[in-house]
Each structure stands twice: as structure tokens, then as C-alpha cells.
């Protein structure tokens, strides 16, 4: 796992923070841009406009949002370990339903990606 920097001001030299959990799990670079080569088509279609990140040690989410939104329409949670050894993702819409659980981020994805889904 990498470290975290915090730097304090301009030429500051960074040190590793420990504030960080070394536990906590997030989408590693191939995720993000399977994720964002998604969310850059729906905001390109007009669907989707921001994004941001929610997490704890033992699951990480990419929220999406829609113009004007406070609460996140649809989240991608990476979850660390089912009950089998594996990671899996769900989706998740803003009244909480499950809209797909998935061993695979594609599978997941697809659920996103595919339906269109539009913002109200």
C-alpha cells in the first residue's frame, strides 16, 4: 500500500501520515478508470454532473450526483471481503435499493453504464 503525504506549505517536504489506516481498502488505478471512463459517458449524455468518494476501513463508494443534488443518486460501493475471501460491488440507488452485487466491477458497472439511467 502506498503512503499518504500531507504537506504544510509551499517547499514543504512531505512525511508519511500515519493518520491513515493501512487496513482501509479504495479502487485501485485499473478500477478508477474502468469507473470513470463510464461516469465520463453519462456526464458527456447529460445524465450525471459530479462525483466524489465515501469510505471506511472495510468499504470505499463512488458517489454520483446530478445537477442541483445534495444527496448521491447512485453509489458503486467496493466492498473488501464477502464471507467467500473476495471483493465484491454493489450498486445502490438513492432510496437504498440493490441494484446489482457483483464479484467483477465490469458486471457492476454494466448495471450503470447500459440502462441509462437517468437522474430525477
Avoid at 21 to 46: C, H, K, W
Avoid at 56 to 71: H, K, L, M, S, T
Avoid at 89 to 103: A, E, M, N, T
Wanted: net charge positive; hydrophobic share 35%.
Amino acid at each position: 500500500m502506498s503512503d499518504v503525504f500531507h504537506l504544510s506549505g509551499p517547499g514543504a517536504k512531505g512525511r508519511p501520515s500515519r493518520s491513515w489506516p493501512d487496513t482501509s481498502i479504495f479502487f485501485d488505478r485499473s478500477e478508477l478508470n474502468q469507473i470513470l471512463s463510464v461516469y465520463s459517458r453519462m456526464v458527456i449524455a447529460g445524465e450525471w454532473c459530479d462525483y466524489g468518494f465515501e469510505g471506511n476501513g472495510d468499504e470505499v463508494a463512488f458517489a454520483i450526483y446530478g445537477r442541483g443534488r445534495q444527496f448521491p443518486a447512485y453509489r458503486l460501493v467496493k466492498h473488501r471481503q464477502s464471507r467467500y475471501g473476495h471483493e465484491s460491488y454493489r450498486v445502490v440507488d438513492r432510496g437504498g435499493r440493490i441494484l446489482k452485487v457483483s464479484r467483477t466491477l465490469a458486471a457492476a458497472l454494466e448495471v450503470l453504464d447500459h440502462a441509462r439511467l437517468r437522474l430525477t
